[in-house]
Nanobody
């Protein structure tokens, strides 16, 4: 019904940049969905990273990534990107794209669809 496929992960050194992309598809996908990025480090819970509303007028970020990460979307292409600059070892995690039929929020439980994740590894 809704498929989310992440790409762009990799292994980099601290200070480097990566750009993650999420491609959305499916018969029931709606470009009015809010879109978000979450991450999960080994042995830890899933954490909110950033989210964007359907119009791209509103964005929210976790405090840990503010000023370093930027979320954007292209509704014509049904893609959501996460530009990650000045990466730190603590950014190492599996990054997930998610879509919400509800309002723009930072809580994972409010998101309805999830991708399989893309791995980001940052070495010091």
């Amino acid at each position: 019904q809704v498929q989310l496929v992440e790409s762009g992960g990799g292994s980099v050194q601290a200070g480097a940049s990566l750009r993650l992309s999420c491609a959305a598809s499916g018969r029931t996908f709606n470009p009015y969905y809010a879109m978000g990025w979450f991450r999960q480090a080994p042995g830890k819970g899933r954490d909110f990273v950033a989210a964007i509303d359907w119009s791209a007028d509103s964005t929210i970020y976790a405090d840990s990534v503010k000023g370093r990460f930027t979320i954007s979307r292209d509704n014509a292409e049904n893609t959501v990107d996460l530009q990650m600059n000045s990466l730190k070892p603590e950014d190492t995690a599996l990054y997930y794209c998610a879509a919400s039929r509800g309002p723009l929020l930072n809580m994972g439980d409010t998101y309805d669809y999830w991708g399989q994740g893309t791995q980001v590894t940052v070495s010091s």
